[in-house]
């Protein structure tokens, strides 16, 4: 069955540091997201992504944060200056149409900024 | 953000009992409600979802009902097993051509322990 791959799956960096974390979403899928989840809270929407380029992103997308597909099959997410606070499970999906379609999760890549 | 609320953190039930899971929702332009099973250290995986149009869709041991009237949706596992032992999130979602291109809004969760 195609899954959604991400790597790394944990990610300890200092802060003010970058970091790239990459998605692998399933191959006929064609749109993207991430999601973060802080410790003992909800998942959160950060961004979507079609026809590469961003569709929808919430407020805590900031200009730290961009997302790129450089190939036919990678999705990343990018934070140019890490922060304490971006600690968080990220998680990557994608779905094969934006209506009526469910979104397939990646299993998180867990971000550490100390 | 508190447009969708899962006010149970936990529930506990006997393994071939029925798990009931709640949701509830305050945004009216929802109109496709999904719910995820997540174990820990993994992502969160698609279990059934439902649209507006309808008020019942059965998958297999799952059953999700939506009340629109009460903005409220609600997730039945019959019968529950130990593997079902998870935390549960409900989701929403604006949809159908408008101008959200996907975005789910998920609760807090509700952890289910099914006892043997």
């Known amino acids: 069955e195609p899954e959604v791959t991400q790597t790394p799956s944990h990610q300890v960096t200092q802060m003010g540091q970058e970091v790239i974390l990459r998605c692998v979403p399933i191959?006929?899928?064609?749109?993207f997201y991430w999601y973060r989840q802080i410790l003992g809270q909800k998942v959160e929407f950060l961004v979507s992504f079609y026809n590469n380029e961003i569709s929808e992103k919430s407020e805590i997308f900031d200009d730290q944060f961009s997302v790129e597909r450089p190939d036919g099959s990678n999705f990343t997410l990018k934070i140019r200056s890490t922060k304490l606070e971006d600690s968080a499970m990220y998680f990557c999906a994608s779905s094969k149409s934006r209506d009526w379609s469910e979104q397939y999760f990646g299993p998180g890549t867990r971000l550490t900024v100390t | 953000d508190q447009q969708v609320k899962q006010n149970s953190p936990s529930l506990s039930v006997q393994e071939g009992r029925i798990s009931i899971l709640n949701c509830d929702y305050t945004n009216s332009m929802f109109d496709y409600f999904l719910w995820y099973k997540k174990y820990p250290a993994e992502g969160p995986t698609f279990l059934i979802s439902?649209?507006?149009?309808?008020d019942k869709n059965e998958d297999g041991r799952f059953t999700v009902f939506l009340n629109k009237s009460a903005k409220h949706l609600s997730l039945h596992i019959v019968p529950s097993q130990p593997g079902d032992s998870a935390v549960y999130f409900c989701a929403a979602r604006f949809n159908a051509g408008g101008t959200s291109y996907g975005k789910l809004t998920f609760g807090q969760g509700t952890i289910l322990t099914v006892h043997p």
């Open positions: 439902i649209s507006s149009i309808k």
């Open positions: 191959s006929n899928h064609l749109y």
